[in-house]
C-alpha cells in the first residue's frame, strides 16, 4: 500500500461516536503509514495518569461531555508539531465543535497541509447497539465488540493477552448524552466543512463490516 494523498494531508475521520472512527484510523494508518491522532486517547492517557489535566478532564469524560476547547486543541497543536506528522496524519474524533474546526484551519494552513474530510454515515440505533457491546484493550487501545468481532480468548485481548474493559463512558445513558453532544456541537461543523472547499467524503456504514468499509475509505482516497 502507499500513500495516495499529496501534499501533506490531515485526514479528518468525522462522524458521530461508535461510527468506527477508531478502528477505520487504526486501519489506515497501517496502509498509510501516518500517524494516528486521537483525542479521545490522549484524554484518555491523561486521566490514566492522574495528571492535573487528567483529574480536570476526567469529570466531563465520565458524563460524556465535551472537553473544553483549549484544552484540546493544545493538546492537538502540540501533537502535530513533532515530526512523525509532517507526511501527514489521520484525525479520529477532532475537530468536533466549529472552533475546534477554526483553530485547526488557522494551525494547517500555514505549514501547507490540505484536509480531507470522510464522514462515516451510521444510525444511531446500530450506535447503541454497537458501544454497548463495545470492548477496549487497557494496554495496546485494541477496540473489539462482543457481537460483529469478538476477542479468540473470552475478554482477553487478542494481541497481548490483557484483560478487556467496557469504557466508562459506554454505559447506555452515557452514549445517549455523547450522541446528543454531537447533534448539538459537532454535526453543524458538517456545513463548516462543505463551505471550506476540503474535498469532503461520505461513506456508508450501516450493515457494513470494517474491513469492506476500509476498502470503500480507500477508493475514495485512491489508496492502493
Ligand atoms: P472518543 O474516544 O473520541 O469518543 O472521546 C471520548 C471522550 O473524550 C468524549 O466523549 C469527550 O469527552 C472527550 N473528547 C474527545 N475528543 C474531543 C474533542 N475533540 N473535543 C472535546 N472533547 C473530546
Not at 2 to 27: D, E, M, N, V, W
Not at 54 to 67: F, N, Y
Not at 77 to 83: A, G, K, L, P, T
Amino acid at each position: 500500500m502507499k500513500l495516495g494523498l499529496r501534499p501533506p494531508t490531515a485526514l479528518i475521520l468525522f462522524g458521530p461516536p461508535g461510527s468506527g472512527k477508531g478502528t477505520q484510523a487504526k486501519l489506515l494508518k497501517e496502509c498509510m503509514k501516518v500517524p494516528h491522532i486521537s483525542t479521545g486517547d490522549m484524554l484518555r492517557e491523561q486521566v490514566a495518569s492522574s495528571g492535573p489535566l487528567g483529574q480536570k478532564v476526567k469529570g466531563i469524560m465520565a458524563t460524556g461531555r465535551l472537553v473544553p476547547d483549549e484544552v484540546v486543541n493544545e493538546l492537538v497543536e502540540e501533537r502535530i508539531s513533532r515530526d512523525d506528522c509532517a507526511r501527514g496524519f489521520i484525525l479520529d474524533g477532532y475537530p468536533r465543535t466549529i472552533a475546534q474546526a477554526e483553530q485547526l484551519e488557522l494551525t494547517l494552513k500555514p505549514k501547507g497541509f490540505a484536509q480531507v474530510v470522510i464522514h462515516l454515515k451510521v444510525d444511531y440505533t446500530s450506535i447503541i447497539a454497537r458501544l454497548t457491546g463495545r470492548r477496549q484493550c487497557p494496554k495496546c487501545g485494541t477496540l473489539y465488540n462482543q457481537s460483529s468481532n469478538p476477542p479468540k480468548n473470552d475478554e482477553q485481548c487478542d494481541l497481548d493477552g490483557t484483560r478487556l474493559v467496557i469504557r466508562e463512558d459506554d454505559r447506555e445513558e452515557v452514549i445517549r448524552e455523547r450522541l446528543e453532544g454531537y447533534d448539538h456541537q459537532t454535526r453543524p461543523i458538517l456545513e463548516y466543512f462543505a463551505a471550506s472547499g476540503h474535498p469532503f467524503h461520505e461513506v456508508d456504514g450501516n450493515s457494513v463490516g470494517p474491513q469492506a468499509m476500509l476498502q470503500r475509505i480507500c477508493g475514495l482516497l485512491a489508496v492502493e
